[in-house]
């Protein structure tokens, strides 16, 4: 598999696409950072094949693409173990997941792991994250990935940038996590570190 193959995982259901300005956005921006000037239309490409939930992959490199539509049906989350990796290095959504696949299988009795890097709190490997500390939800300043309901969220005004470490983690009253898929679903038990 080539190293510069990215996608997008788009939620469609009842035939709308969710977000789809958040994509395309995210999108342009991993093109360029590939240094291409290739543009793909995701309003003209995707086209969902029914009325039921799918999940929208859309495979792309500098100068290609596919799309793919898979039936989707949540995984729960329902907890959280803390895992530190400061090698890990995943800026755009890159097919090649081998790093956040070792680091998955650390997760023991919990459904996915929360990744600390230099100290700081980043991401699941599924789903950016916040914590609801003193009234306000915050996500990490720095994620590994700038995922899109994140970015819509900080853009409504619901989610606030923040320095957050393992030690805001017994601060939480509540944690959450996030992507294109599940929207925001706060996380029953929570992180275990």
Not at 2 to 16: A, Q, S
Not at 122 to 151: E, K, M, S
Request: glycine content about 4%.
């Amino acid at each position: 598999m080539k190293p510069n193959i990215l996608f997008e995982t788009i939620r469609c259901e009842d035939g709308v696409v969710a977000h789809l300005s958040y994509h395309q956005k995210r999108l342009t921006a991993s093109l360029q950072c590939l240094g291409s000037k290739t543009h793909f239309d995701l309003e003209k490409l995707i086209v969902p094949p029914s009325k039921e939930l799918y999940r929208c992959r859309f495979i792309y490199d500098a100068a290609d693409y596919r799309i793919e539509f898979h039936p989707y049906t949540p995984r729960p989350i329902t907890s959280l173990r803390l895992v530190l990796d400061d090698t890990i290095h995943y800026p755009l959504k890159y097919t090649h997941r081998d790093h956040l696949s070792a680091l998955f299988e650390r997760r023991e009795s919990c459904n996915d792991v929360l990744i600390v890097k230099e100290g700081l709190l980043r991401d699941t490997t599924i789903a950016n994250i916040a914590l609801f500390i003193d009234g306000q939800w915050l996500t990490p300043q720095v994620p590994l990935l700038q995922g899109t309901t994140r970015a819509r969220l900080i853009d409504e005004g619901f989610l606030l940038p923040s320095v957050l470490t393992p030690n805001d983690v017994s601060k939480a009253q509540k944690v959450a996590i996030m992507n294109a898929m599940v929207g925001f679903v706060e996380i029953e038990n929570g992180i275990i570190t």
